[in-house]
């Protein structure tokens, strides 16, 4: 019920509600991922398809990401004491050049830093150079690349072209996800993982920096 009620007040774009429900939730003890996949989710869910029909239109969809952002912040601590054996690893992540999209993005980086590897956030619209450079000055095991957009899509090919040719390919990890990206893709640029998920990325990222 009081999941539901997320949902509802996150479509209203109330931030302040979505807020106290949330630790309303969390005192009543129910696990922080139900809160985000059955509450939070599950209301940007709905938000998608009405934008996508042209019920909302963007302003709608922001105050909505806002009220997501927000709650999600409440469940972050949460979810990475839930995580289990914390592991070695560093990783940076943004969504790719030409894509605003972050909600997807920011989950993925929380899941992550769950489970005990460091993060290091290069936020939306990032060029391809920028990973790379990043990738060689920090040090990091793995890139992880999000897009929401199709006609994004294709930088995640161009990041690993020029992973490629920077000479760091056979180190550095290549993970790829968002709504529109698929397995096949992931095969066809070239990356070394698609993950569907938050929470698939975060057991991914794992086993790959277990792998090194
Ligand atoms: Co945009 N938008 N949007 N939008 N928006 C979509 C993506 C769209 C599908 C809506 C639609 O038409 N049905 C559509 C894309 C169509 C397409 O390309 N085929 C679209 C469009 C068209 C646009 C604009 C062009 C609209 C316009 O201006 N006319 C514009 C583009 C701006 C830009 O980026 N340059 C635009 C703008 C916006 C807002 C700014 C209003 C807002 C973004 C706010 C923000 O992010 N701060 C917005 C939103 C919110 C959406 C929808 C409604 C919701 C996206 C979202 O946050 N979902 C979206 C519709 C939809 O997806 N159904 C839509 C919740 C989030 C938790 O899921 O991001 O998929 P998601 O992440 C998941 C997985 O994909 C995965 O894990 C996450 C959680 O489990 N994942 C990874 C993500 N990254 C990963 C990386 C990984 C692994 C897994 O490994 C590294």
């Known amino acids: 019920m009081i999941l539901d009620d997320i949902s509802k007040k996150l479509q209203a774009g109330k931030a302040k509600d979505v807020k106290i429900l949330v630790q309303q939730a969390i005192d009543e003890g129910i696990s922080?991922?139900?809160?985000?996949?059955?509450?939070?989710?599950?209301g940007m869910n709905i938000i998608g398809i009405k934008f996508k029909n042209n019920e909302i239109f963007v302003p709608e969809v922001l105050v909505a990401a806002r009220a997501m952002n927000q709650g999600a912040a409440l469940l972050k601590p949460l979810l990475a004491t839930e995580g289990e054996v914390k592991t070695a690893g560093?990783?940076?992540?943004?969504?790719v050049q030409g894509d605003l999209h972050d909600i997807g993005k920011n989950l993925v980086k929380m899941m992550i830093e769950g489970k005990g590897l460091e993060v290091i956030d290069l936020g939306t619209d990032v060029a391809p150079e920028k990973f790379i450079d990043t990738a060689i000055e920090q040090g990091c095991n793995i890139?992880?690349?999000?897009?929401?957009?199709?006609?994004?899509?294709?930088?995640?090919?161009?990041?690993?072209?020029a992973a490629e040719s920077a000479g760091i390919r056979d180190h550095v990890k290549i993970m790829i996800g968002g709504a529109p990206v698929t397995s096949a893709f992931c095969n066809e640029i070239g990356a070394d993982a698609y993950t569907p998920d938050a929470a698939s990325a975060a057991e991914k990222a794992v086993e790959l920096c277990n792998q090194l």
């Open 32 to 42: 922080a991922q139900r809160i985000l996949e059955d509450g939070l989710m599950s």
């Open 143 to 161: 890139i992880c690349l999000s897009a929401l957009l199709t006609t994004t899509m294709p930088v995640m090919g161009e990041v690993v072209k």
């Open 90 to 95: 560093k990783v940076c992540i943004g969504t």
